[in-house]
């Protein structure tokens, strides 16, 4: 049932029994046409009435009211910009500031503090005190993640209600009692959950600072463009912080449909994957000698070409074993469908090697791969029959997307197998163990370096786009596979056209009725549920 209430002359339909600040935070317009300055209030976390800032006049009530603690009433008019709004905000704003430190040239919050925000939009112009500032300890370790200044802290309670109320563990308190009250962790439990870095996110000061990313970069440098993590199938939204053409860091992206406001610890430090010294920068081609040695991708098309092609003849496209990646897009995926299918090869004849790890009931996944459901959903089977058509020798060559057929469910590390076969051509983003026993090995591109789209483990389409470009030359797995085909002359790959993700993810839906009017265009960024899906 929906309530009408007007705000600053504007009537608005909301949800009955949402407080004032969750109806505009629903509508959309809270802090975006309707200004309603808040601390303590969080749209994922119980109301805690502490910082007064949200005062509004409400018609017929004699005294302000707290946005963030009143229902809304059909019928109700509500002003945020009278002058007594106006005064109490000031008050308010005031009394924070009595205390709180003048370092703001060297916080590291500065650029995207609301104290800083609200202190120039809200409050008074000059300090009228003359008292000393109260002293309190800088640095404070809160466990592994985490470092407090007390003295810039506000106390609104945000971390310690986030500790209780998401990850549940609770481990953090306020000490004493008034102007003597601090954010302490509880004695004997440090900070140290698999969330324990989003305190800093949802801290509105500079009080809570994430160790990886202190005093690494000022945060006006970064541009801060939209993504999703890699680090699971949640695929949870983020913020990549870029500059200078590398990722600083992840910072989590509201999508109420995937992981609210929310990122685990794991995949907010996933973005080191991206400029990792561990990433493979050239083509390279296994000699006479037995050596890798780099190569022009020309020359390492045509070895692979060459390898595929003798299989091929000698015992026809079932001794080509191939391997898809859960972190290539599904456009990626797609390519090598078509590709499956021109060397005369089903799509069931190709697996998926899905990395997995721990899991729990709130954000982390067990598979360790953003795109396993959508590899799955283009009709990749699982890698054991591949493994098996491998030890028998029924395959003679590997192709190869990632090395994920590494992990503890699958060869455990152990390349044995594959190092007998007559080649193994390898297109992956980071050195490994297969790396060592390739024939020709492609640099593909991370996830967060092309364009196209991810489905997470929900059946959730999500775009991704290129937030750096590699300092090196590195290709997508879907344009290594369209200048493969070329070179072995595929039907259908004669004269490829340029690699075109966009007309790629379009077809997704032509070829398969999962992605019906579902691409890289169309999700916008917050994604689609796949046809059929819930998500």
Known sequence: MTVRITVDGAAYEVEEGRTLLQALDDLGVLMNGVEVPHYCWHPKLSIDGSCRLCQVEVEGVPKLQIACDTRVTDGMVVHTKSERVRKAREGVMELLLVNHPLDCPICDQAGECKLQDY???????????????????????????????????????????????????GELVVENRGDRSVIAAFPGAPLDNDYSMNVADICPVGALTTKDFRFKMRVWFLDELPGVCTGCSAGCNIHAGVANNRVYRYVPRRNDAVNETWICDAGRMSYREIGSASRIHHPQVRGADGRLTAAGLGDALAVAAARL???????????????????????????????????????????????????????????????????????????????????????????????????????????????????????????????????????????????????????????????????????????????????????????????????????????????????????????LPLRGESA
């Open 119 to 169: 202190a120039f939009e809200y409050g008074v112009q000059h300090s009228r005190s003359r008292e000393p500032r109260r002293a309190l300890e800088k640095r404070v370790e809160l466990g592994p993640t985490i470092v407090l200044d007390q003295e810039r802290c506000i106390l609104c309670r945000r971390c310690v209600r986030f500790c209780r109320e998401v990850p549940g563990t």
């Open 309 to 527: 092609r003798a299989a091929i003849e000698g015992g026809g496209a079932e001794a080509v074993a191939v391997l898809a990646s859960p972190h290539a897009t599904n456009e990626d995926l797609l390519a090598l469908r078509r590709f499956l299918a021109a060397l005369g090869a089903p799509p069931e004849s190709a697996g998926v090697a899905v990395p997995t790890g721990a899991s729990d009931d709130l954000l982390l996944r067990e598979e360790k791969a953003a795109n396993a459901f959508g590899a799955r959903a283009l009709g990749f089977g699982g890698a054991d029959a591949v493994i098996e058509r491998v030890r028998s020798g029924a395959a003679r060559v590997l192709l190869a997307l990632g090395h994920d057929i590494l992990a503890p469910a699958h060869l455990r590390g152990d390349v044995s197998a594959l190092a007998l076969l007559d080649g193994v051509i390898l297109l992956d983003t980071h050195r490994s163990a297969l790396e060592r026993i390739a024939h020709v090995v492609f640099p593909a591109r991370h996830a967060l370096e092309k364009l196209g789209t991810l489905t997470n483990a929900a059946g959730r389409v999500q775009r991704v786009q290129p937030v750096v470009e590699p300092a090196f030359a590195a290709w997508s797995e879907g344009e290594i596979l369209l200048r493969l085909g070329e070179a072995l002359a595929l039907p259908g790959f004669e004269e490829p056209a340029a690699w075109d993700p966009h007309a790629v993810s379009k077809s997704l839906g032509e070829e398969l009725p999962a992605f019906a009017g579902i691409d890289v265009d169309s999700v916008g960024h917050e994604g």
